[in-house]
């Protein structure tokens, strides 16, 4: 599997570190691949976008952020300047871990297949041509996502990452701000009060 990345360090580093979390940051990752192939738990190019905060594969494209830009805002790829390098998991893998994640083909957005199957709320894709706006995780996998305070696999890796209760997509708390939702405004999390279930997640790094 092929690794393309440039040495930088980005704004979350700092932000991280201010923080006291111990959490390192990765160099950061600009990848893209011509090949319209599925998103797999063994690839690396997991991405944080600096203008929406929410994790997408970087392996097919730019995908589809909510946020436009370029002169007319008209240009919607996702940005992975100053992102670290993230892997996934399938569920089958060993370790404990949230496994109701999905890649979106349409918008390359990771997001809770489980919650929004709970009836609590729906997905919101921003490049959706279904009327409610559900993300399509036609070829993807199922991904397995440590989740706190138990679903974790031992100290490291990064926290701050949460489940947004209106898109439900997998977004990072860690800057100033919460990042733009695609169903409009800031993203939103929840924690759950059954401590065993947990909506702040880890994420690891290269």
Sequence with gaps: MPTIR????????????????????????????????????????????????QLWFSGNGSGYCPVGSGIFGWDHGHQSSGSGDYVLRYDTDPGVGDSHWRWCRDCAALWSKGWSDSGRTTSYCPNSSQPLRWHNWSGSGTYKI??????????????????????????????????????????RHWKSPEPQIGYEYVLRQL
């Design 146 to 187: 440590e989740a706190l305070p138990d679903g974790i696999n031992g100290p490291g890796g990064q926290r701050l990452w949460f489940l947004c209760i209106r898109c439900s997509g997998l977004f990072f708390t860690g800057n100033a701000s919460d990042g733009t939702c695609p169903a409009g405004g800031a993203h």
């Design 6 to 53: 440039t040495s930088s360090i980005s704004r979350r580093t700092l932000l991280t570190a201010a923080a006291g979390g111990g959490l390192a940051m990765a160099a950061g990752a600009t990848a893209t691949l011509v090949t319209a192939t599925p998103a797999r738990a063994a690839q690396h190019l997991w991405t944080w976008c600096y203008q929406c905060s």
